[in-house]
């Protein structure tokens, strides 16, 4: 029988690509006893398969016009060359404790856009979870259809990573893998949605517009300790690498921050700057807070309240932020250096284009608070700002707003150049002379961890914050709005109260999803709390839960006060503070060693601390019985673990 010659083609075109396959494609291995990495060097996609539990993860076709122009193996590593919008190289290699590293090598000159490399692995099914990391940590549900997804970039807590990492873990906790940027500076970790499921993929960003430098990101594997492994394993990694002090560290430099250690958080507004209203706090005995007030706001209190704050054993600070400019600096102005508002932030007459950040374009970073200023450029005024502010006021430690959460930028100013990891090293610095020079210890907004090594509490952490901006809270004239700053002595954002939105009951405030990651890597470092526009009062029908996490956590009750909303809830404040501070002054300097839940509904779970001290809370709304004691419904206790 002859055949056609269309089918003669088809046929003839089929074998050679068979042929074409069989000749250039290989999958190339790497091995040792702990995984097993395969690639593919026709389609450039890895598949890992972790030996110790039979668990293969196998990457998602990659994003991006690359393809593999050549690869060679050296033992358990594998060059590849790379073609497409540009050329690079990468560098894998199989490293112990079942990881591999890659490194991505290019000319520094060439000019490149943003790119994803290496491709997402696929998460294996709806039931696995996505650690986010994006605040204090949370397991999103793989298939989550709500939760906003970004491209992660790093130390930018509005969307971002606080931390430089992510991870999967299974729905038993066991096993999964992480992510580690370990060079973070120009780069993110995106995720998306493939086929309905949540995954994620490193990001790289350029460096003034560059490819600038090699960039290097590792995976590690677990085929148990879930959630706690991950963490733990960077917090081994990172705390080498960025030098963290522990708070024990930092409290043998500032003796002062001893006050603050275990005890509540409080900005004062209007009537409440008074130091007979610490004195009626005292008498009330809320013994253990640190005192903040925010200069942009009046009245000011006396002259000499800190010195009388210390007399009755609290803490005390101010808050400041070097960050934002308004465009009214573009020219002098008069403004009265020695009134009412002399301490105010956004001042500098005249030297807007002297301290702006600039774009590479040359325009300003710009949001609704203002335009950024340059690290580098403003230290002059930090100078001038800090040391008039303490001939009045005796502060222990400044709170410094911004740095931690908008995340950092490039400067393309001709006479204060950066690129992002030169803006942190600048923003360090700046920490670093509050430190040096005036014995300040310092404390930030939210949490970005570039800076921990000079931080010793973050106010925001506790907050999720892509549930948090974007949703019910912005919604004026309904009971979920967060408030506004009309009254300068009384803003309703900061001493308002609201009912939480469905959005931060599913997220924000979800003992079934939330999990400590930033606890079990900076518990013993850094203290965190809620935001302050979020403190534990500000929507009363869930005060009691915000509690309970603290106490879960080990982080510390934030709340806003005036006389009115003190004396409004007195006896919840007194209520609230005797539950959560005596705990937290026993375990404030401690690591967090583990986080489980006790029962499959989340309701009941346990943290850990290194001193010993474990904590049990219940969520839930029934009795739970555990080592012979009964916990009560939204009530915890504590025991000793050895």
Not at 144 to 168: H, I, Q
Not at 278 to 295: R, V
Not at 352 to 367: H, I, M
Request: a negative charge; glycine letters at 6%.
């Amino acid at each position: 029988m002859k055949l056609s010659h269309s089918v003669l083609q088809i046929l003839t075109t089929v074998i050679l690509v068979f042929i074409s396959l069989s000749g250039f494609s290989k999958i190339w291995v790497l091995t040792d006893k702990n995984i097993e990495i395969r690639f593919n060097d026709q389609n450039s996609l890895l598949s890992v398969t972790d030996k110790r539990c039979n668990k293969t993860w196998e990457q998602i076709a990659l994003t991006g016009n690359f393809r593999v122009e050549k690869t060679v193996q050296n033992g358990n590593s594998l060059k590849l060359t790379f073609s497409g919008n540009f050329n690079f190289e990468a560098e894998l290699t199989l490293r112990e404790n079942a990881s591999f590293e890659i490194v991505i090598e290019a000319e520094e000159s060439i000019t490149v856009d943003n790119f994803e490399f290496p491709a997402a692995f696929k998460t294996p099914d709806k039931n696995h979870f996505v650690l986010m990391t994006d605040g204090e940590g949370l397991l999103l549900q793989a298939d989550d259809k709500e939760y906003p997804m970004s491209n992660g970039a790093t130390y930018y807590t509005g969307g971002g990573l606080a931390m430089a990492w992510m991870g999967v873990v299974d729905p038993k906790f066991e096993s999964g893998y992480m992510v580690i940027l370990e060079t973070p500076y120009d780069a993110g970790i995106r995720t998306r949605r493939e086929d309905g499921l949540v995954t994620f993929s490193p990001l790289w960003l350029p460096s003034m517009q560059k490819f600038g430098y090699s960039r290097k990101v590792s995976y590690h594997f677990f085929d148990k300790g879930g959630y706690v492994a991950q963490a733990k394993t960077y917090r081994k990694y990172i705390w080498e690498k960025n030098s963290v002090l522990s708070l024990k560290e930092k409290q043998k430099r500032f003796p002062a921050l001893e006050k603050m250690l275990g005890g509540v958080h409080i900005y004062v507004w209007d009537k409440a700057r008074d130091i007979e209203f610490a004195k009626e706090l005292k008498s009330e005995g809320i013994d253990k807070a640190l005192f903040l007030w925010d200069a942009n706001h009046t009245p000011y209190p006396e002259r000499g309240y800190d010195n009388q704050l210390k007399e009755l054993g609290y803490a005390t600070g101010g808050y400041e932020l070097f960050t934002d400019l308004k465009t009214r600096d573009t020219a002098f102005y008069e403004y009265d250096f020695n009134g009412p508002m002399r301490f105010a932030h956004t001042v500098y007459p005249g030297k807007f284009n002297e301290l702006a950040a600039r774009k590479s374009d040359g325009k300003t970073y710009f949001n609704q608070f203002g335009h950024t200023t340059c690290p580098e450029a403003v230290r002059p005024e930090i100078y001038r700002k800090v040391e008039a502010k303490l001939k009045e006021f005796q502060h222990e430690t400044y709170f410094l707003d911004v740095y931690q959460a908008n995340g950092v930028f490039e400067c393309y100013s001709d006479e204060h150049p950066l690129t992002r990891e030169q803006f942190c090293q600048a923003v360090i610095k700046n920490h670093q002379i509050l430190e040096d020079k005036y014995n300040q210890y310092i404390g930030g907004e939210w949490g970005a961890e570039y800076v921990n090594a000079h931080v010793a509490y973050v106010h925001g952490m506790m907050t999720l914050q892509r549930t948090w901006w974007g949703s019910g809270i912005e919604k004026k004239g309904t009971i979920y709005y967060t408030g506004d700053w009309r009254s300068n002595p009384r803003p309703t954002q900061m001493i308002g109260t609201r009912v939480a939105n469905d959005k931060y009951l599913k997220y924000s405030i979800n003992e079934y999803t939330r999990i400590p990651l930033y606890e079990l890597v900076y518990h013993d470092a850094v203290v965190t709390s809620w935001r302050w526009e979020d403190g534990n009062h500000h929507t009363p029908e869930i005060w009691w839960k915000k509690d309970l996490f603290n106490i879960l956590y080990g982080s510390a009750p934030l709340w806003n006060l005036d006389r009115e909303r003190w004396e409004e809830y007195k006896y919840t404040f007194i209520e609230s503070y005797k539950n959560v501070v005596p705990w937290l002054e026993q375990i404030a300097s401690d690591e967090m060693v583990s986080h489980r839940f006790v029962t499959p509904d989340h309701k009941v779970q346990e943290s850990v601390f290194s001193s010993g001290k474990k904590v049990v809370v219940n969520f839930g709304e029934s009795d739970f019985n555990i080592d012979g004691k009964t916990i009560k419904p939204k009530g915890y206790i504590v025991l000793t673990e050895f």
